[in-house]
Antibody, heavy 119, light 107 residues
Framework: EVQLVESGEGLVQPGSSMKLSCVAS????????MNWIRQAPKKGLEWIAL????????YYADSVKGRFTISRDNSKNTLYLEMNSLRSEDTAMYYC????????????WGQGVMVTVSS | DIVLTQSPATLSVTPGESVSLSCRAS??????IHWYQQKSNESPRLLIK???QSISGIPSRFSGSGSGTDFTLSINRVESEDFSVYYC?????????FGSGTKLEIK
């Protein structure tokens, strides 16, 4: 059974940093592209970052480019999202999601972690 | 960026009715559209990929159609568990984008 378990939830002040993790199991992690997608309270879904199966390419939404970094450790079956210079508009539920190799849709999702940016 | 416009924003139906949800792209995207269902307080779930391709484990009452700029998610005979929010997503070009969602509610 595919499982994606995010961690790193919390409340932080504007301008600070935070790192999210997503531990994968039940599939061959190193064969899948991985994504971070977020959802602000009572809002829709926003894709924010993609990393290829081998970390050879990374892509970001303009809203987070230069502030957020996606990375992965295939030896630990873990995906990361390092978030710097956090703003109130980054407050959201953050989901990790798989994308079959070379595909750009999301076939499995984690349960999500809540990030709140507030003073 | 490709903008996806979903309509209607809210659809009120009676269980047993059949419904169609619309997703329109701001430019032609072939069949690079995917549909998700998000129940309250849950993660989204993939329903349909590439406009009309079925997903293992998804009930057959869900189907998709369309190409170019106009896409439809159809639910044949809505069941109580189907009342949730539905999103379309395009994979034609980066950045990947979602529609704003259609909420299917009980009439």
């Amino acid at each position: 059974e595919v499982q994606l378990v995010e961690s790193g939830e919390g409340l932080v002040q504007p301008g600070s940093s935070m790192k999210l993790s997503c531990v994968a199991s039940g599939f061959t992690f190193s064969n899948y592209g991985m994504n971070w997608i977020r959802q602000a309270p009572k809002k829709g879904l926003e894709w924010i970052a993609l990393i290829y199966y081998d970390s050879s390419s990374k892509y970001y939404a303009d809203s987070v480019k230069g502030r957020f970094t996606i990375s992965r450790d295939n030896s630990k079956n873990t995906l990361y999202l390092e978030m710097n210079s956090l703003r109130s508009e980054d407050t959201a539920m953050y989901y990790c999601a798989t994308a079959p190799n070379w595909e750009l849709y999301f076939d499995y999702w984690g349960q999500g972690v809540m990030v709140t940016v507030s003073s | 960026d490709i903008v996806l416009t979903q309509s209607p924003a809210t659809l009120s139906v009676t269980p047993g009715e059949s419904v169609s949800l619309s997703c329109r792209a701001s430019q032609g995207i072939s069949t690079s559209i995917h549909w998700y269902q998000q129940k309250s307080n849950e993660s989204p779930r993939l329903l349909i990929k590439y406009a009309s391709q079925s997903i293992s484990g998804i009930p057959s009452r869900f189907s998709g159609s369309g190409s170019g700029t106009d896409f439809t998610l159809s639910i044949n005979r809505v069941e109580s568990e189907d009342f949730s929010v539905y999103y379309c997503q395009q994979s034609y070009s980066l950045p990947l984008t979602f529609g704003s969602g259609t909420k299917l509610e009980i009439k």
